[in-house]
């Protein structure tokens, strides 16, 4: 005991197991009210309603997600301008307000395409044109916010970025009971709370970012504003794949399966999200140590097993949980009109583990060299997207094309590290 004891002590003291531990806390809490929203929501709207209010918000996780290629980026750029003794003080804060303008640019550009074409992507996504609406004024959130956690990111201010998003997950579930309960706007009232809630979460981060960010700092150096294209550009298909692979199967089954089907996966979908949980609060601590790593020429291998049995472990535990014991979890909380969606959760579960193998390569190959991954992980995306548009469609199809989605970049990843970057980098060095 004592052995074991001299082992657990310096482990558990080191900062990156505080900061995981500390930021996977926050997660949990914030994934609790998420879950405890989208339950409320299920039990405060119709079946078919429901179904829409998942549709939407499936498909605002894929445009957060996209717009949130600048928070790598920013991670990345911040890490390194700190980690820099050739560039000025106070560098971080003017990529900061260099990248925070044109991000918010290009959100309002999209807000206004999207209030365009409204009644033409309602139509298409068979959903009210007033969700779409209100929906669409989360794109200048998306697109913003992620430029603030990049910041706070690179700088390992952990709990400031876990703070960002425990506000957003606590804003809308308190919005949106006023709304829905108070107001009683029903899908509308759900899909309104997003984009507020996201407001809330955008000034937490500003707030903490505190005025010297806006008055310190000087031009951005040339060699960020030249290499920004080309990983945004790396980081915006990666992540636009990435979240097709992750999301677009709801999508086609609210479009193609009736509604009753539609609820049903849309409950499992529900649930795999919680088997990322931990994935994302070991990944943000991940990223800007890849970055230090790989800039200090040391090897990344230890840094990726770590971080690959962390991910793996609890999300095999997770999934024969859901599997033996999905039934009564979903009666409990989503009702009884939702069982019969348990059978597919195993299934999903499996697919998840991939899913969440194929992130930690996608933000390691982000604070690397991106292009092969990013090829595989779009050309994954294509395949999935061709299967579900030729494939005739059940649920048990559609959890198995979703599987292939995840496993294959996962797969695919560890062999180009293997074979490629990995002696790669140890030329470099």
Known sequence: MTGLRAVWTPWRQRPAVQQTTFLLAIDVVTNAIDYGFHIYLARALLPAEFAAAQTINTILLVVITTAAVMQPVMARYV??????TDLPPHTDFAIFRHFLGRSGLVGLAVVLVVLLFRAALADWLNLPETAVTLAAFMIFIATTRPVVAGMLQGQRRFAWFGGMRLGYAVSRFAVGLLLISALGLGLNGAIGAMPLGGAVSLLVGLFCLGGWVWRRGTAVPSQYRWSASTLTLNALVAYAAYMALLSLDLVWVNRLLPAADAALYATAVLLRRILLLLPGAVIVIMFPRAVARVAAK???DRLLWQTAVVVSLPTVVLTAVLALFGAPLIGWT?????????????GMGTAMLGMGLT???????LA????PFVILLAGTAVLQLILLQTVPLDLPVVTA?????????AIGGGLLYWFWLR???EHAS
């Open 359 to 365: 992130v930690i390569w996608l933000n390691f190959y």
């Open 368 to 371: 690397t060299r991106p292009l």
């Open 298 to 300: 040391q090897s990344p």
């Open 423 to 425: 002696s790669t980098l």
């Open 79 to 84: 890490a390194e301008a700190n980690l820099s």
């Open 401 to 409: 094309i979703f599987g292939l989605g995840g496993w294959l970049p």
């Open 334 to 346: 989503l009702g009884p009109a939702y069982v019969a969606a348990a059978p597919l959760l195993g």
